[in-house]
C-alpha cells in the first residue's frame, strides 16, 4: 500500500489505490447519508456517560467516573428521555384504577365507612396505601409530578431543536444520489440552470421549501410531523395542568328541590358542599333556580315496562341579584349552565305531603317530605320530623316521629309484600309508624334527616298494645293514641336533586385532548423528507438529471411522490433521444494481420469501450485459433 501511495506507480499500484480510495469514499458517503437521516428528527441524542481510563483505580476496566455532577447530568438525561415518560405515562394510568374501583373520601365519605366496615381485614391495608385518598396520596403526587417535569424537560430541548431546523435552509445533496431508498435518473437536451429552475418551481407547487446548492436543488417537507410531535407533548401537559387546576380550584355541592321550591347559590343553601384546597367561596356565581315542575315518564308495558324515558326538570332561573326570569329544562346530561356553573340532574323521587294536627286540631305542620328510593320502582323510605309546635293532650311540649314507607304504585293486599311495582305513581301507598319523645335534635350533632332516632322516644301503642302503624291513601289520616292528635296524607309531590359543580379546567382538559389526538395524528400520519435534483452537463453534451428521497422512515409513497415529481419535471426537461451509434469500419485482412504481427495497437479500434475490469474487448480478428495454447 506504500508503494502505491508513494510511487508513480504501475497499473496494479493505481488500481490498489482507486480500490481503497472508493472503499474509503464509500464509507464517508454511507456516513453522510446517516447523519442526513438523523437530521430528519429532533429527538434529543442520548449521551453516554463519560468513562475514565480506570488507571485511577487500577483496575484498568474503564469503569465509569462521573462524580456526582456526571450522576445528576446522568439521571437527568434518563428522566427526560422519552421512554421514561412513557413509563411514568403508563404508571399514571395504572395509579388512576384504584381511585376508579375504591371508594374515594373526597367524593362520598359515607361509602367510604360503609367500605371499612364491610372489609376489616383490607381496610388497614388500604389505609397505608392511601388508596381511599388516591388523588391527593404522596405516590400519585409523585408520579404526577415526574411526569409533568419529565414532559417539561423533553420538549424544551426538542422545540429548540425544531426552531432551528426551521430557520436553516435543507442541506446540501450528497454525492452520490444512487444509495438513497428512492432514486431515478434521465438524461436530457435542456440546459441543467434551466433544468434546476424547473425544479424550483415544481418542489415550491408541492409546498417543498426548496433551494438551489451547488449543482443540485435541495427541497424538505413535512414539518409538521415534528410539530404535531412537540403539539402532543404540549397538549399532554396543558392536561395536568388543567387536572391539577380543576381538583385545587373545583367546588361542587348537592342540593334536594321540591317542586315550588327553590334554591340560591350559597353556601347555607347546599345539602352537601366539597371543594379544592384552593378554592375561595367568594367565587360562586350568583345564580338562583325555582323547579316548576318534575316530568318523569315510563314504559307501561312489554318487556321494558317502568324503563324510564323522559326526565326533565321544568326551572325557572335568575343570574344575578335582579337578573330577569328565565326558563329553562335541565335533563340528564344537558345541565343548565350559568357563569361557568353547571347544574346537573342526578336524582328524583317523591315526597308525600302530610298535615300534622295536635289534639285539639289545630294544624301543627304541613309538609312535602322527601323520601329516599330503595330500588328502581321508587320504593321510599325516610321519616317524617315535628320538632317544634307540637303539644300533647296535657298542653306539654313534646316532639313526634314517624317512619314511613312509600310505594308509588301498591299492588294491593294479599299480592305480596309492600314494594313498588312500577316508578309511576299509580296506585300510591303510605305507611307510618308513630312515636313520641325527644328527636335528639336539641344535642348539636348532626343527624340524617332521613332516618328516625327512637332510643329516647316512646311509641304510640293501637288498641292491641302494639306499635300504632297504618296505611294510608291520599286523602286518609292515622289518629294518634288517646286523642293525641293525627297526621294526614293529603297527596304526593315530586322531588329533583341537582348537583352544582364549578370546575374551571374542564374547558382547558377538553383543548388540551383535542390538541393531543390532532398532533399524534400528525405524527403518525405525515411523513417528514427530502428531496434532492442534480442537474448537470455530460461529456457529450447531455445534461443527466438526478433525483433523489430521503424520508425519516420507509415509505412506500415516498417513490410515488418521487415519480409524481419526475413526471412534472418532465415537462420542462424531456428525455433525450438516443443518438445513433457510429458504424464500425470494415477491418481489411491485410492490415489487420500487419498489425497483429507487429504488436501495434490498430486505428480503427481506438473507439473501441472497455469493460469494468479496464481491459479492452478483442476483436474477433485478433481471437486465438481454436486448439491453441492459452
Known amino acids: 500500500m506504500s508503494k502505491a501511495n508513494s510511487s508513480t506507480g504501475t497499473g496494479i499500484d493505481a488500481g490498489t489505490r482507486t480500490d481503497t480510495d472508493t472503499g474509503a469514499d464509500e464509507r464517508a458517503q454511507r456516513r453522510a447519508d446517516r447523519a442526513a437521516g438523523e437530521q430528519l428528527s429532533t429527538a434529543p441524542r442520548e449521551e453516554g456517560p463519560e468513562s475514565g481510563s480506570g488507571t485511577g483505580s487500577g483496575s484498568g476496566t474503564g469503569v465509569p467516573a462521573m462524580g456526582v455532577i456526571g450522576w445528576v447530568r446522568w439521571f437527568w438525561r434518563q428522566l427526560t428521555s422519552m421512554r421514561v415518560a412513557l413509563i411514568l405515562l403508563f404508571l399514571l394510568s395504572l395509579g388512576a384504577i384504584p381511585g376508579s374501583l375504591i371508594p374515594q373520601t373526597s367524593v362520598d365519605d359515607f361509602k367510604v365507612q360503609e367500605f371499612k366496615d364491610q372489609h376489616t381485614t ?377 348537583q352544582i359543580s364549578q370546575q374551571p379546567g374542564n374547558g382547558l382538559a377538553l383543548g388540551g385532548a383535542i390538541a393531543a389526538i390532532a398532533g399524534l395524528a400528525a405524527s403518525l400520519f405525515i411523513q417528514r423528507r427530502r428531496v434532492w435534483v442534480r442537474a448537470v452537463r455530460g461529456a457529450d453534451g447531455v445534461t443527466v438529471v438526478e433525483m433523489a428521497g430521503l424520508g425519516r422512515s420507509e415509505s412506500a409513497k415516498l417513490p410515488e411522490e418521487l415519480g409524481d415529481l419526475a413526471s412534472a419535471l418532465l415537462s420542462t426537461a424531456p428525455v433525450a433521444q438516443e443518438r445513433p451509434e457510429k458504424p464500425e469500419k470494415p477491418v481489411e485482412p491485410a492490415a489487420s494481420d500487419a498489425s497483429a504481427s507487429s504488436g501495434v495497437p490498430d486505428a480503427t479500434h481506438e473507439d473501441d469501450a472497455t469493460n469494468e475490469a479496464g481491459s479492452r474487448p478483442v476483436h474477433p480478428a485478433e481471437a486465438p485459433a481454436e486448439g491453441a495454447e492459452k
Not at 151 to 167: A, H, S
Not at 221 to 228: I, S, V
Request: glycine share 10%; aromatic share 10%.
Open 122 to 498: 383490607l381496610t388497614p391495608i388500604y389505609e397505608k396505601l392511601q388508596l381511599f385518598d388516591v388523588y391527593s396520596s404522596v405516590w400519585f403526587s409523585a408520579i404526577y409530578i415526574l411526569l409533568f417535569v419529565s414532559l417539561i424537560g423533553c420538549i424544551v430541548p426538542r422545540t429548540g431543536q425544531f426552531v432551528g431546523q426551521l430557520r436553516s435552509r435543507p442541506p446540501g445533496a450528497p454525492r452520490r444520489l444512487t444509495r438513497l431508498p428512492a432514486y431515478t435518473t434521465w438524461r436530457t437536451d435542456a440546459d441543467p440552470e434551466r433544468v434546476r429552475e424547473a425544479a424550483l418551481g415544481v418542489l415550491g407547487k408541492r409546498r417543498f421549501r426548496a433551494h438551489t446548492v451547488g449543482d443540485a436543488v435541495a427541497a424538505e417537507k413535512g414539518y409538521l410531523r415534528e410539530a404535531g410531535n412537540l403539539v402532543f407533548h404540549v397538549a399532554l401537559i396543558v392536561m395536568l395542568v388543567a387536572f391539577a387546576t380543576g381538583q385545587l380550584f373545583k367546588s361542587e355541592g348537592g342540593k334536594l328541590v321540591v317542586e315550588g321550591d327553590g334554591f340560591a347559590n350559597t353556601l347555607t343553601q347546599y345539602d352537601d358542599f366539597k371543594s379544592g384546597s384552593l378554592y375561595d367561596s367568594d367565587t360562586l356565581a350568583p345564580f338562583s333556580f325555582v323547579l316548576d315542575k318534575f316530568v318523569g315518564t315510563y314504559e307501561e308495558s312489554g318487556p321494558q315496562r317502568g324503563t324510564p324515558r323522559t326526565f326533565e326538570a321544568r326551572v325557572t332561573y335568575n343570574e344575578g341579584a335582579d337578573g330577569p326570569d328565565r326558563k329553562a329544562v335541565i335533563r340528564v346530561n344537558e345541565p343548565l349552565v350559568v357563569d361557568g356553573t353547571k347544574v346537573y340532574l342526578i336524582a328524583h323521587g317523591y315526597a308525600p305531603v302530610v298535615t300534622v294536627r295536635d289534639s285539639k286540631g289545630k294544624v301543627v305542620s304541613r309538609n312535602a317530605v322527601p323520601l329516599l328510593p330503595i330500588d328502581n320502582n321508587i320504593t321510599s323510605t325516610g321519616a317524617i320530623k315535628v320538632m317544634d309546635g307540637y303539644r300533647d293532650r296535657h298542653g306539654e311540649k313534646t316532639q313526634l316521629g314517624f317512619k314511613a314507607f312509600f310505594v308509588p304504585t301498591f299492588a294491593g293486599h294479599g299480592k305480596g309484600e309492600m314494594f313498588s311495582q312500577f316508578p309511576g305513581a299509580e296506585y300510591p301507598v303510605l305507611a307510618l309508624s308513630a312515636y313520641h319523645g325527644s328527636l335528639g335534635v336539641d344535642s348539636g350533632l348532626p343527624q340524617n334527616v332521613y332516618q328516625l332516632d327512637t332510643s329516647k322516644m316512646e311509641e304510640f301503642k293501637d288498641e292491641n298494645g302494639e306499635l300504632l302503624k297504618k296505611m294510608l291513601r291520599p286523602g286518609e289520616k292515622l289518629d294518634l293514641s288517646d286523642g293525641e292528635g293525627s297526621i294526614t296524607f293529603e297527596g304526593i309531590e315530586e322531588w329533583a336533586s341537582f
